[in-house]
């Protein structure tokens, strides 16, 4: 079992037998995945988005921006929100 010690900053360092399992560099980012309480799975976050593309097959249908701006809008004013179409939208 590989171990690592939790600095005073919170930090730890991956031994180098982890971070070649993981094909992970300086840099590169991970994830800490909680799959029930008290304990965590480590994932490398190294993919592109990108490489998701076709991963659930085609979708079922297109929605545009403006629908999607109008849905949000209608859901966060039904759940007592101020959501508002485009407001705070970066162009």
Known sequence: MTTATV?????????????????????????????????FEIVAATRSVRDLKGLFGKAPRTVSIDEMNRVIAERGAAAGGTAAAGKGRRR
Do not use: Y
């Open 7 to 39: 600095t005073s900053k919170g930090q730890i360092t991956i031994p180098a037998d982890v971070r070649r399992a993981l094909n992970v560099d300086s840099g590169d980012r991970i994830e800490f995945v909680q799959i029930e309480p008290g304990r």
